[in-house]
């Protein structure tokens, strides 16, 4: 796919600046490439083309409170400008939708996303495990890991391996020891996030889930057992936030390595 004219990262701009120095660019040929900067109003959305530059990862979209046209709309304008294109907590429709403007486009039913590959190739970067408690766990998990990959990370899935059979995270302890950056997916008492945490010196990024019945309050219980766990190193998001723990996961994941590693 060519690369969208209003596309902007940081070596581009750097690019478009030399070229107008150089005199290979005039001055409305890049006041044209900058005109989206910082945001393009769609009247219903304003969208952040700014972000990449200013963060290094792009503008995510929440799917769940919008119509289908709005997504679509949204999803159109944010393609083709280098970088992938992620909406979050979707579903079939909206993405019946979003393909009729973006072909390209793909539905990960899972995790409840939508998904267009960006047009610049990156290299991924080792180190991200994403660890779910119980089957149940997986949509969310699955959220967290499509998240960090986009993000450019390379990410490895452990699932089902929650204190209920405390053998089967034990077998994995080779995996799990190996990781730069845990994110740990779980509902019911969420205890697998202190187990994990103990195990390990990587940064355990905790997700609860909504998953459970009774007393779990919608992933309340799950809340409060993850920020009173007794592990340290623990940090924790929102209830069914895989997005933000995937991020988070990422962004630690580039930082870098201390020296002599």
Do not use: W
């Not at 799917?63 to 709309?73: D, F, I, L, Y």
């Not at 209920?164 to 509902?187: N, T």
């Not at 998001?237 to 997005?243: E, L, P, Q, S, Y």
């Amino acid at each position: 796919m060519p690369e969208h004219p209003h596309t902007i990262r940081a070596l581009d701009l750097r690019q478009r600046l030399e070229a107008l120095q150089h005199g290979d660019q005039t001055v409305d040929e890049v006041l044209h490439a900058l005109r989206d900067l910082p945001y393009q109003d769609l009247g219903y959305a304003k969208l952040d083309h700014h972000r990449p530059l200013r963060t290094g990862s792009p503008e995510v979209v929440l799917g769940r409170g919008k119509t289908p046209e709005q997504v679509s709309g949204i999803v159109a304008a944010l393609t083709g400008r280098g970088h992938p294109v992620l909406v979050t907590k979707t579903d079939q429709p909206t993405y019946a939708q979003v393909a009729l403007l973006t072909p390209q486009a793909m539905f990960n039913s899972l995790a409840g996303a939508i998904i267009v590959p960006g047009t610049v190739p990156q290299e991924l970067r080792e180190g991200v495990l994403v660890v779910t408690a119980g089957t149940a766990d997986l949509p969310v998990a699955e959220e967290a890991a499509l998240t960090a990959e986009l993000m450019g990370s390379r990410v490895t899935r452990l699932s089902d391996v929650g204190v209920a059979g405390l053998h089967r995270l034990l077998d994995a302890l080779p995996v799990i020891q190996k990781a730069r950056v845990i994110v740990v997916v779980a509902g019911m008492e969420a205890a697998l996030t202190g187990v994990v945490a103990g195990l390990v010196s990587a940064p355990v990024v905790a997700v609860p889930t909504s998953v459970g019945y009774g007393a779990s309050f919608e992933g309340l219980a799950a809340l409060l057992g993850m920020l009173n766990s007794c592990a340290p190193g623990v940090a924790v998001v929102n209830i069914d936030n895989g997005f933000g723990a995937g991020y988070l996961a990422a962004q630690i994941n580039r930082l870098e390595q201390p020296s002599g590693e």
